[in-house]
């Protein structure tokens, strides 16, 4: 079964250190994209980093990394010194190519504090 | 700006009763999507668009109905609200380059 996986319900990191959120991905597809997004208490879903299938270098965005083991089917993304505006829920998501047309899964998100 | 709209941004509605979600598009992307976020489930699908007239459900379709009539718009319609779908709806989009969706500010629907 295609999933997404997110084992990290809550976490909590000191400011300006760095936190790596989990997110572990099934498919046999061997085309796929694996996204981040962020959502702050806003509401809003901002869209942070991509990585594709076949990139064979890890994605970076900023402060944001994305820890790519294909072999390990994880995407985890590192946030490297953490600030107090971080404080927000993050989604793993996955793109899938099935039937002709594109489709997305997510995580149920992790939600990180981050303490000053 | 990704150029997508939703309306209404807040609703609350009967048992009963039926609702029209919209939302809407500044750049003829082709796929549109909907999803509805609840906590514990992350966002789920629930119909989604890849072009006029052509739609496909999603993992939590039942209850829902959508329409695509033009390029712009993608309508979500609950036939009879029913307090299970009292949620966060938000909408998608897919750009033609590239992967990544982009999303709307999103509707709160609470059906009493």
């Known amino acids: 079964a295609q999933k997404i996986t997110q084992t990290q319900p809550g976490m909590f990191v000191q400011e300006k250190e760095a936190v790596t959120l989990d997110c572990t991905y099934d498919t046999s597809d061997p085309s796929y994209g694996l996204f981040w997004y962020k959502q702050p208490s806003s509401g809003e879903m901002i869209f942070l980093i991509y990585q594709g299938s076949y990139d064979q270098q890890n994605a970076t965005e900023g402060r944001y990394s994305l820890n790519f083991q294909k072999a390990r089917k994880s995407a985890n993304l590192v946030i490297s010194a953490s600030q107090l505006g971080d404080s927000a829920m993050y989604f793993c998501a996955m793109r899938l190519y099935t039937s002709g047309t594109y489709k997305y899964i997510f995580g149920t998100g992790t939600r990180l504090k981050v303490l000053a | 700006d990704a150029g997508i709209t939703q309306s209404p941004r807040h609703k609350v509605t009967e048992t009963g009763t039926p609702v029209t979600l919209r939302c809407h598009q500044t750049e003829n992307h082709r796929y549109m999507y909907w999803y509805r976020q609840d906590p514990g489930h992350g966002l789920r699908l629930i119909h989604y668009?890849?072009?006029?007239?052509?739609?496909d459900k999603g993992e939590v379709s039942d209850g829902y109905s959508v329409s695509r009539s033009k390029t712009e718009d993608f309508l979500l319609t609950l036939e009879s609200a029913t307090s299970s779908q009292t949620s966060v709806y938000f909408c998608?989009?897919?750009?033609?380059?590239?992967?990544?969706?982009?999303f709307g500010p999103g509707t709160r629907l609470t059906v009493l």
């Open positions: 668009s890849y072009g006029v007239k052509d739609t």
């Open positions: 998608a989009i897919r750009p033609g380059l590239g992967d990544t969706q982009y």
